[in-house]
Every structure is written in structure tokens, then in C-alpha cells.
């Protein structure tokens, strides 16, 4: 039986993407060559960068907007340190609602100044602050679009005249957005698009090359743009992957279909939680994440029952981070409503089993 995959990351990926990967792990292009053993160089392998690379500005809807798409390495980790040092000149703005913006911040204050517009650290990020400014002359303003741990999710992006910066990691091709909004977007590929081991970066060039510092080659984006993001060898195989699963969702109707399929399933799930006494939600009800749906017990005792139910139902990943406990139904693009509709059924027979 196929588990009711809910992990946080690295994600749930549609079965055909699956498929056709391993397929090319055995004979890729008819080559009687596996994709891991080619030359990164090769035609077939090239033909495969600019594919993903594309359909990733087609999707955003950034074609002919001087956008470029690179897969680098590293992580979003690696991106909290490259975006200042490719754009911070003096000071930038930084909105913190979570881990991962925390340890942007960190980064960003090795090279410079850093404002931190707002927070909301104080009720352990169950929020997304609102009413904050930005300072008119930050050489940007770096906000996290989704926090996977906390479950909370920007539903409106502040408007500024300074570039707009986005760690979009966890809901990136997941819902509708004006994209072109953004100076930048970065997105480590494994919680909604393919397997650890490539970030996608997505940059309007003319934002670039107004620091006037040396850049080190592996972190300066201009040295990534001109070597087509080939300047050293990429992760084939999550490329690979990446593309596949763009595909996938351009052929399902892009970003505005799965947006409807998400929103399906975050209700389901919503819906139940605050319909059922034995459960509670963590996040702000203005704030929930339609990605990471955070919740716990009203009463710890039913625990034990409760995992033996969802383990039961075939269902993985479901346990909380450490930081926040209880629970965390991760339900990414590829995941189905049927999960969702396990989850939500799981949680039903706890209440007939407890009642």
C-alpha cells in the first residue's frame, strides 16, 4: 500500500514523476546511459537545464519580464547568505516570522546592516505580523512566504518601492501571486517541486550588480546568469526531477488549477480540526498555511491512540517539529485529496473511539 505521504520535506512527488525518473536512472533518452553517468555538458543533459529553467519563468507567469531562472546548490541555507551578499550595499529590511527567516537574518548581518521590520517570535510565530514599515531607502526587503514549521503563510505582501526578496520554499508554484512583485524568489527544491539538492532562484536582472563589493564566483548570481546556470556541475538528477514535475503541473493547468486542489484540501483538513473537540489548530486563523497544517490535541492522554490510528491509516510523516510538538499534515502539490480525506476520517474515529 502507498503511504499517505505528509512529510515536511523532502516532499510528496506525483507517482508519474516518480516513474519516469527512475526510468531515466536506467536508460535516459534511449542512450542505454543512465542521466546520473552523462556529461553535464551533453546535449541531452543541457536540453534538460533550459527546459526546467523555462517552464519554472513560464509557470510564474515571468516570461518576457526580465526574469532568469537558475538551479544552484546548497539550499535556501546557502541563499540566506547569497542575496545579501549580491544586494545588500548598506542596510535591508527583513521580516521575521519563523527558524528560517531567523537564520536570514543571521546571514544578512555579516554583511550589513539589517532592520527587522517585525516579529513575531514573541507567541512563537503563530502569526504573521501586519502593519509594519518598511524603510524607504533598504537596498531591499526579505520576507519568508510560508513557514513550514509554524504553519503560517503571507496572504497579503506588503507594497514597497525597495526590491522585494522571498524565500518561497514551501508554497512556491502552489498558489496564484502577482510574481512579478518580486526582485527575487529562492526556493530549496525539496518541499514542493523535487528532490534535495537544487535551489531554484528566480531573478529580475536589473536588480543586480549595485554592491560594490568583491562577490566570490560560487555566490555571485551575474557568474551563475552568464554560464547559464552551469558555471559548476548542477544536481542532475534533482534537475532532472524539478523538470519533471514543472511539467507535470503545466500539463494539470499550471499554478491556477493546483491552487484550487489545495484549497480543497487545507479545508478539508481546517475544517475538521475546528469541528472536532479533540483537536486544536496552532496557527493564527487568518494566517494558516494551506501548505503546513499545524494542530494538536486538546488532551495529550489521547496520544497514544491517535498515532496507532494514523500509522494505521498508512500515513507518514505527520509528527510536529520538536519546536512546536503535536502535529503537522504537510499536503504539497502532489499530495491527493484522498490523503487529505484519510487524515481527516483518522481524526473522525478518534472522536468515535474517545466519545
Known sequence: MK???????????????????????????????????????????????????????????????????????????????????????KKAAYLNTGTWSSKAIKEAKVLGEVVEVASSKDANFNYIPKGYSIPADADYFHCTSNNTIFGTQIKDFPETN????????????????????????????????GPAGTTLVVIKEDILGKVSRSIPSMLDYKVHLDKDSMFNTPAVFAVYVSMLTLQWLKDLGGIAAIEKINEEKASLVYNEIDRNPLFKGFAATEDRSSMNVTFNLTDEAHKEAFDALWKGAGINGLNGHRSVGGYRASMYNALSVESAKVLVETMQELEKKVG
Do not use: T, W
Open 162 to 193: 525597495v526590491p522585494l526578496v522571498c524565500d518561497m520554499s514551501s508554497d512556491i508554484f502552489s498558489r496564484q501571486l502577482d510574481f512579478s512583485k518580486f526582485g527575487l524568489i529562492y526556493a530549496g527544491a525539496q518541499k514542493n517541486m
Open 3 to 89: 503511504k499517505h505521504n505528509f512529510s515536511a520535506g523532502p516532499c510528496v512527488l506525483p507517482q508519474e514523476v516518480l516513474k519516469k525518473a527512475s526510468e531515466a536512472v536506467i536508460n535516459f533518452n534511449g542512450l542505454d546511459l543512465s542521466l546520473i553517468e552523462i556529461s553535464h555538458r551533453s546535449k541531452d543533459f543541457i536540453d534538460v537545464m533550459e527546459n526546467a529553467r523555462s517552464l519554472a519563468i513560464e509557470l510564474l507567469g515571468l516570461e518576457g519580464k526580465g526574469y532568469k531562472a537558475l538551479f544552484l546548490q546548497g539550499g535556501a541555507s546557502l541563499e540566506f547568505l547569497m542575496v545579501p551578499y549580491n544586494l545588500l550595499e
